[in-house]
């Protein structure tokens, strides 16, 4: 996989200059309670951070993971039948890959397809924005796979949901672990009760703020190799696409467009003075904002 990194950066170099700026991002750590987590003041994700998400706007423009459309450089590796995998020319870690579906189909619940993607690849995270949890492309179906060691979340969940020779689903509000949002976590052994967890979790729906009403595209989920071998997972419903700093004006704006490595525990930012004058009450703000709260 480090061939298909390096094979695809000498070949693309819009791609290799935002790789290699990587280099310059900041981080500053914060604690929320047993949640740690971090800022990353990253430039280079404007474009998908101020994205304009209307289903007009989606319509009207050309679908950047439609293989018709994608620029000539960008390399396609078969990932499973359906599926394909990409390099993400605009990372956030120094390995980020997207996983498209081969056809121009919409994105809907869970894929499946994760676990096995999790199992294939078991130093990878593999995660999925739902069409309305801030994925940049709801028209086409795809998640996304970055090294497990970059999301904090992991290790949390790890430690909040020990392991016990079995498969099990838990809602971190029934520990005593003091977070800024709670989330589903589990472990999947290839069982019956691991198969029917396997199934659960597309069903989990997020609650939307604005509408009261349930909804499958608000969630966040991630899949990985937990430490002991077993495949984990995690799902997050959400209650909104974007905080209300969002959509403020001046120096209440906090530009933040949260998705699955932002609650995973690495918050986005494009603007250094928003990286600049954020609190930890602010971090605070937007998970109770965007997550569904116990
Ligand atoms: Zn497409």
Redesign the pocket.
Known sequence: MNDFIENQLLLWKEAADNYKNLGATLRRRFSLGDFECAVQFNPARIRSTGAVTSKQAIAQRP?F??AK?RPEEQIAVPAADGWELLLNPFPIFPVHFTIAATS?TPQKKIPFEMASFAERWPERAIFFNGAKACAS?P??AHCQAVLKSELPIITLAEKLHPFYNQSSIIHTSSTSADLPFHFYSAIIYPDTTGADILRALPQIQGNDAASGRPDPDLVNAIFWMGSEGVLRAIVIPRSAHRPECFYKEGSERILVSPGTIDMAGILILPRKEDFDKITGQDIRNIYSQVAVLP
């Open positions: 679908c993971l439609c459309n121009h492309a028209d086409h």
